[in-house]
Antibody, heavy 121, light 110 residues
């Protein structure tokens, strides 16, 4: 049974880069696609992007210029880097396994429990 | 402001049947699969329904999903206290090239 756990700094300064890591238990990045989603009080749940086992990536167009996703050589972690953060990037960040058909994502399962990131000086 | 529209709250008493609606448009619900998630704050969101009406292994058959046109619904029958949670609908949006979510419905079991 696949389980996911997010980790990263709880506080990031404005204009800096937010780094997050998702650790996979019971699975690896050798299969499926792996995604980041965030939850904010103002915008609700927002898709950030995904990276697939074959290296395919897709990012939310609204965040694309600031997002980079990668997988670790260990195959049991994948990462998100969000640059030039502002207070609007304060959110709970979730990682999840994404089920993709063709070029779309149909559902996410499972999810991690999320990690709160606050952007503040 | 979420792309998919859900009522902010719903409630019911134990044993009742409750329905949560999710409204979208032709580029999302009208053209693609709908899924539903159950979320207790502080825990991992859980997939309840995928591909409009399919239940993952382990999800009780008290939970059912349906879709018609640009709307979808989640029904919970035999309501239990442990069903008290936030429920979110989601679907791929072809115009945005991104999955989109509803704003969530907080279910209270009275």
């Amino acid at each position: 049974q696949v389980q996911l756990q997010e980790s990263g700094p709880g506080l990031v300064k404005p204009s800096e880069t937010l780094p997050l890591t998702c650790t996979i238990s019971g699975g690896s990045t050798n299969t499926h696609c792996w995604s980041w989603i965030r939850q904010t009080p103002g915008k609700g749940l927002e898709f950030i992007g995904y990276i697939c086992h074959n290296g395919d990536t897709r990012y939310n167009p609204s965040l694309k210029s600031r997002v980079t996703m990668s997988t670790a050589t260990s195959k049991t972690q994948f990462s998100l880097r969000l640059s030039s953060v502002t207070a609007a990037d304060t959110a709970i960040y979730f990682c999840a396994r994404a089920f993709r058909a063709y070029d779309r994502i149909d559902w996410f399962d499972p999810w991690g429990q999320g990690t709160l990131v606050t952007v503040s000086s | 402001q979420s792309v998919l529209t859900q009522p902010p709250s719903a409630s019911g008493t134990p044993g009742q049947r409750v329905t949560i609606s999710c409204s979208g448009g032709n580029s999302n619900i009208g053209s693609h699969y709908v899924c539903w998630y159950q979320h207790l704050p502080g825990t991992a969101p859980k997939l309840l329904i995928y591909a409009n009406n399919q239940r993952p292994s382990g999800v009780p058959d008290r939970f059912s999903g349906s879709k018609s046109g640009t709307s979808a619904s989640l029904a919970i029958s035999g309501l239990r206290s442990e069903d008290e949670a936030d429920y979110y609908c989601a679907a791929w949006d072809g115009s945005l090239s991104s999955p989109v979510f509803g704003g969530g419905t907080k279910l209270t079991v009275l």
